[in-house]
């Protein structure tokens, strides 16, 4: 009966060790270059505009190129949105990309991005908008590198929600478009 | 009782940990020094993917750029291969070209050959003209996702393989590797499978 327990107790602590050593042997293909951190909260009134942003993470040691890498080959890094008829975009605002060189070729400057990226957009409720939540899904296309590689070209899927309603502190003046 | 199941513990614990620290270590980022700042980077690894070496390297026929003709990658037995997976938007694969060139021209008579295979989304035109533009002199393939797969997917680049004559796996390069490790690697693999050659026959 003893040596039961002990039989068991053995298996039972092998059994978490593999699945700890699976967990690790796991990670180098489920690789996270960029996570999605948040989108500010944005309430619009129907014939305005407001400004939202978008907060990322490259995770180090990676970088991905900015919105206007400095070599035509590179990828940019691109915001995009598919929007439900009640909510249009504007103006996509990027930061601009930090020049830096890497051990790869130190002699030449680079324009990426690292650590939290923040990009601004502009969305807009038509006049005629009925009042409510959308959920607004984006995709954030990027390529990243490290000091030594660079992996294949990513689409990071999010959501958000856009509140269409009276007043809010992020109301924008502008005309909207309809 | 209690004593065993504090000694069976104990043992399976650490033989976990030491199998963690192995593989840290095996895998330990290298440290660089550019402009003053020390920056972490992942080491290159070799023999992280498929094929194993030793093994016979995956066949397949991909086009040219920017003939457009297929090349059976079995069509190149009797050389020496260098399998390098690259793409036009890889700042290291970039950086590995002029040393795969001067490469080809030293050991091209001896029974070289360099082979490119690119993993890009882009047109053959835009991979033939940043080719020319890099002064490239071996042979470039239009890569595929099948093809990828045969080599383990290709989840990063450059990924160079090592083939000899017999078509054998000699050696793996993950990432960006040293032109020296290049030249070690090319004179193995011209040195092995010499007897499976047409000309030793």
Redesign the interface.
């Known amino acids: 009966m ?1 040596s039961n ?2 039989v068991w ?2 298996l039972t ?2 059994l ?2 593999g699945i ?2 699976a967990q ?1 042997s796991a990670a180098p ?1 489920g ?1 996270t270059f960029v996570t999605y951190v948040s989108a500010s909260n944005v309430v619009v009134a129907p014939g305005h505009a407001a400004p939202v942003r978008f907060t990322f993470h490259v995770q ?2 990676y970088h991905i190129n900015s919105s206007h890498p400095a070599q035509e ?3 940019p890094t691109q915001l995009h949105f598919s929007l439900p008829g009640e909510v249009a975009v504007g103006k996509v605002q990027y930061p601009a990309g930090k020049l830096m ?6 002699s030449t400057k ?1 324009s990426v991005y690292s650590g939290d990226v923040v990009i601004s957009a502009v969305f807009i409720a038509p006049l005629k908008a009925a009042t409510g939540t959308y959920t607004i899904h984006g995709e954030l296309k990027y ?1 990243a ?9 990513k689409k990071l899927p999010f959501a958000f929600n856009v509140k269409v309603g009276s007043g809010g502190g992020t109301r924008h003046k502008s005309r909207a478009h309809s | 009782m209690n004593r065993n199941v504090i000694v069976v513990l104990c043992v399976v614990v650490g033989i976990t940990a030491l199998l963690l620290v192995g593989k840290h270590g095996a895998k330990a980022p290298v440290s660089v020094t550019v402009d003053g700042n020390t920056q972490s980077t992942p080491a290159p690894v070799q023999g992280a993917g498929d094929p194993a070496k030793g093994s016979m390297a995956p066949t397949f026929t991909l086009k040219s750029i920017p003939d457009g003709k297929p090349v059976p990658l079995a069509s190149l037995r009797g050389k020496a291969v260098l399998l390098n997976f690259w793409a036009t938007w890889c700042g290291p694969c970039k950086i590995e070209m002029p040393w795969l060139v001067d490469l080809q021209k030293k050991y091209g008579p001896e029974g070289l050959q360099i082979v490119g295979v690119a993993m890009d989304d882009a047109e053959d035109k835009e991979i033939a003209d940043f080719a020319h533009k890099m002064g490239v002199n071996y042979l470039v393939l239009k890569g595929s996702e099948k093809v990828g797969d045969l080599y383990g997917g290709i989840d990063r680049l450059p990924l160079t393989y090592y083939i000899d004559r017999s078509g054998k796996v000699v050696d793996e390069t993950v990432g960006l590797a040293s032109e020296s490790v290049f030249e070690d690697a090319i004179k193995r693999a011209l040195e092995q499978g010499k007897s499976a050659t047409p000309e030793a026959k």
């Open positions: 003893k327990r002990l107790l053995t602590a092998m978490l060790s700890c050593m690790e293909q690789r180090d040691p080959e590179l990828i060189s890497f051990p790869f070729d130190p680079l390529q590198c490290d000091n030594n590689s660079c992996y294949p070209p």
